[in-house]
């Protein structure tokens, strides 16, 4: 199985609960830095920061992720979340909620390869393609 697992610069509980909301998934996992054991405590100010969260989307996928430093983030680049869905207009939703806030890369339409695809980069830097593909794709 593979899972994505994001990086976020202190905005992971708020990604994650933005996504279970548009993307129907149920948080497995919040842990924050605060609850590192005491032999490992969270670097001062990060307390509140989250250490690693799970995520479980209705299709049985796994999205992962946790808040890093500012000196160790980088901006996500050379790769995108592939979210498919059965449906168009349910693909056009989710589409549309993800790239609130965010940039269009290329709206959702139908291709000649899908039902609907569409590009987008969301509020918190996470690129994504959504995808419902044709039969036979």
Known sequence: MLNAYLFYQ??????????????GGKIDAMMRSSDAPP???AAPGREKTIMHARMSLPDGSVLMAS???PEHFSKPQGFS??????DP???ERKFNALA??????????????????????????IPWMVN?????M
């Open 10 to 23: 202190d905005t992971c509980e708020a990604a994650f609960n933005f996504y279970a909301r548009t993307l």
């Open 67 to 69: 808040d890093v430093p």
């Open 39 to 41: 032999d490992t405590p």
């Open 81 to 86: 979340i592939s979210f498919t869905v059965k």
């Open 100 to 125: 609130d806030g965010g940039t269009v890369t290329m709206p959702f339409s139908k291709t000649f390869w899908a039902k609907g695809f569409g590009m987008c980069v969301d509020k918190f830097g």
């Open 89 to 91: 207009a349910d693909g």
């Open 132 to 136: 419902c593909p044709a039969e036979g």
